[in-house]
């Protein structure tokens, strides 16, 4: 069982700034990676999936990086709207399983 | 456009089966490009994956939950359902159904559609 571990827990940042966070897995999940944005009351929302291809929609201040086991996801520019949990989440053809999240507060 | 759509019940007692419902519109449920899943939050934790199912049967639960869980189709009605035994408070949550694109076919991953999501409260 593959186990995904994301850091900080918490982020407290100012509009405009640009944000790092970042996620760890317990062994290679090769490209099988996506990240998700998750406000309250709302459901979760794709962001990112195959480590670095934004899904539909999805604003180019969003940008994912990472291989093999260690992941990031990079917001450039941070907006009012942005502030939120954020997942990871691997996938394959047998198992799924989310980060704990990080929540981007603002400063 | 694609639409799930959760239904079931709000309220279930300890150690009875939660039985939930998914309607899809604008997408196949028998299509050989996606998972159909559901997803749940507990009160004031993370996302977590509960299980699976492909239009062929085939299904994959979190092996925390696996003995409790059962998924299913009904393509007739476009629809697939969640049912977890033997619930207890810590089961209380808000469950998701989502489809899940099979990277081998539609060349993407992930969750990418979701229901609004379902609130289950497990008191007596």
């Known amino acids: 069982e593959i186990v995904m571990t994301q850091s900080p827990a918490t982020l407290s940042v100012s509009p405009g700034e640009r944000v790092t966070l970042s996620c760890r897995a317990s062994q290679s999940v090769s490209s099988n990676l996506a990240w998700y944005q998750h406000k309250p009351g709302q459901a979760p929302r794709l962001l990112i999936y195959g480590v670095s291809t934004r899904a539909t929609g999805i604003p180019a201040r969003f940008s994912g990086s990472g291989s093999g086991t260690q992941f990031t996801l990079t917001i450039t520019g941070l907006q009012s709207d942005d502030f939120a949990v954020y997942y990871c989440q691997h996938y394959n053809n047998w198992a799924w399983a989310f980060g704990q999240g990080t929540k981007v507060e603002i400063k | 456009q694609v639409q799930l759509q959760e239904s079931g019940p709000g309220l279930v007692r300890p150690s009875q089966t939660l039985s939930l419902t998914c309607t899809v519109s604008?997408?196949?449920?028998?299509?050989?490009?996606?998972?159909w899943s559901w997803i749940r939050q507990r009160p004031g934790e993370g996302l977590e994956w509960i299980g699976n199912?492909?239009?062929?049967?085939?299904?994959y639960y979190n092996p925390s939950l696996k003995s409790r869980l059962s998924l299913s189709l009904d393509k007739s009605q476009s629809q697939f359902s969640l049912k977890v035994s033997s619930v207890t408070a810590a089961d209380t949550a808000v469950y998701y159904c989502?489809?899940?694109?099979?990277?081998?076919?539609?060349?993407?991953?992930?969750?990418?559609?979701w229901g609004q999501g379902t609130v289950v409260v497990v008191s007596s």
């Open positions: 989502a489809r899940s694109p099979r990277v081998v076919v539609a060349g993407k991953g992930g969750f990418d559609y």
């Open positions: 199912i492909y239009h062929r049967g085939n299904t």
């Open positions: 604008g997408a196949s449920i028998s299509s050989d490009g996606f998972y």
